[in-house]
């Protein structure tokens, strides 16, 4: 129970600038439903896209890597050195190369008249990477105060120019244009920038992170051992194409709706479909705080003898938390989520597909708890083939049902949100079946589809059993709630002392 509560306790610290961050940053999804229409919304929703697949692309896998041969070599800088150098040679090489073409690849992307998103998207995806190996090293060296601190000052700086340009600019300049704050902002305000300050705020907030990062940075010794080098990369290759695959099956649906659909609807769509995939915030925050904490604390529990105990016991609590997520928002998305994250009801016709992809990052989740066999055995390889499966599924299925069509029953983004329930539902099952091959856990299978069917049994009596007054509806979804809680302390009372010491 001690290793599962310093989990806990550093999932907890790591969630805080998850937590926090996310909540402040989708405090701007009502702004930019506001502010933008679904069109402009949807080009940001494109370009952060592509960076997430470029991302994988840049950093290649080095942070799990980093990791790995962390706990293997006895001289940890040497491990950290030969993992900074090769992203740093590896980033600038990138930085180079797209600076030089903006224009070619402004394009080819269908944005000829806006290089300079290119440009700028550069230097983010360049100033990221960088950053990667030492935020890697915070978790490894198990300070997660200065992980938090410094991933919050990231998500600050943003959101404050983010409210900077859109909202206190334009209101200076509405209401005081002539006085002296009006002057001062003429020289750094550009009324006819829009979605340009979005992508200009998060380029500040990466450099003055990467700054902040420069004490770990300067550290390394300024020569890479090619001989760990070597087998570093030979580990890392397989993730290479497992995170590549990840991100064709997390973010590629939104290219696709942008270039499969007709383009006088296709921004459009993607607008919507990203504000609501933004609903999925409590899932999202929950799983990638546990992330950060997890991959480092499993690696170093994989020398225990208790080790696949502590991994059977973890899945446990972790599925009773991620189906309370579901339900708990499911249940309050009418009456209080949606209202408040998304201003405009221009959004809300994609309402549909917020419970599929809370499902479908359900099963994510778990395909992360599942996923230690491969990287704890040496196996990347399998990572490789399960994300490339998923892969193969997303475009299929989003190239068969995105296009719309009157003899399809599910189009555009509804067949997008359906793809990627699909697809990581295969990759979570083939997870674990093959797992259990190389790397046998006994994981209580009864109590995941116990806990897991009861939060979806109770969402679709909410959806039948739907009171008109808001009141009604609210405590009626309470109690519905609260059977799921008191069914789980029913079951879990005989642990409850050591959950809730936990």
């Known amino acids: 129970m001690t290793a599962i509560k310093r989990l806990a306790g550093q999932t907890a ?4 600038p998850s937590v926090l961050g996310r909540v402040l940053s989708y405090l701007l999804v009502p702004l930019y439903t506001s502010v933008f229409k679904p069109g402009a919304y949807g080009t940001v929703g494109v370009f952060y896209a592509y960076t997430s697949f470029l991302m994988v692309i840049l950093t290649y896998g080095m942070e799990t890597t980093f990791f790995r041969f962390n706990e293997q070599e006895k001289d940890k800088r040497k491990v950290f050195s030969t993992g900074m150098i090769s992203l740093i040679i590896s980033s600038v090489f990138f930085l180079c190369l797209v600076l030089s073409f903006s224009g070619d690849i402004a394009r080819w992307i269908d944005y000829p008249y806006h290089p300079e998103y290119v440009r700028w998207f550069a230097w983010i995806l360049s100033l990221d990477a960088l950053s990667a190996i030492p935020f890697a090293s915070l978790r490894a060296q198990n300070r997660p105060a200065r992980f938090a ?8 700086i943003n959101i404050v120019l983010n409210l900077f340009f859109l909202v206190l600019c334009p209101f200076i300049l509405n209401h005081y244009s002539e006085g002296f704050m009006g002057h001062i902002i003429t020289h750094v305000y550009l009324p006819n920038w829009g979605i340009e300050y979005v992508f200009v705020s998060n380029l500040a907030a990466s450099a003055i992170t990467l700054i902040m990062l420069l004490p770990q ?8 051992n090619s ?8 580990y890392t290759f397989p993730l290479i194409f497992a995170g590549m695959a990840g991100i ?18 296709s921004t459009y769509q993607v607008g919507v479909y990203n504000a609501c995939y933004k609903i999925s915030i409590l899932m999202t925050i929950f799983i990638q705080a546990y992330r950060y904490a997890a991959e480092p604390f499993f690696f170093a529990q994989a020398k225990e003898k208790d080790a696949k105990e502590v991994y059977a016991k973890i899945m446990d609590y972790f599925i009773i938390i991620v189906s309370l997520i579901f339900l ?11 209202p408040m994250l998304v201003r405009s009801k221009e959004y809300w016709q994609g309402r549909g597909v917020i419970p599929v992809l809370l499902m479908a ?13 491969y990287k704890l055995t040496g196996k990347t390889s399998w990572g490789a083939w399960l994300s490339l499966i998923g892969a193969i599924i997303t475009l299929i299925l989003n190239f068969w049902w995105i296009p719309l069509s009157s003899d399809h029953l599910i189009y555009s983004y509804y067949g997008s949100a359906w793809a990627t329930f699909i697809c990581y539902g295969v990759m979570m099952i083939l997870s674990y079946l093959i797992g259990q091959k190389y790397f046998p856990v006994k994981y209580n299978l ?12 109770l969402y679709a009596i909410s959806v039948i059993i739907k009171p008109d007054l808001s009141v009604l509806r609210v405590g009626f979804h309470t109690i519905l709630l609260l059977i799921f809680a008191g069914t789980v302390y029913i079951i879990e009372k005989p642990r409850l002392s050591t959950i809730i010491k936990i």
């Open 361 to 373: 990052n359900l099963f994510l989740g778990v395909y992360y708890n599942l996923s230690i066999w």
């Open 149 to 156: 601190w410094v991933k919050m000052t990231n998500i600050t």
């Open 217 to 224: 940075i300067t550290a390394i010794r300024w020569k890479i």
């Open 13 to 16: 610290i790591y969630g805080i």
């Open 248 to 265: 064709v099956n997390e973010t590629f649906d939104r290219l696709l709706l942008r270039y499969l659909l007709p383009k006088d609807i």
């Open 446 to 457: 009864g109590k995941f589809c116990g806990y897991l069917g009861l939060s979806v049994l």
């Open 328 to 338: 708990g928002t499911m249940l309050y998305l009418d009456d209080f989520i949606m």
């Open 227 to 234: 001989g760990l080098w070597k087998k570093m990369l030979i």
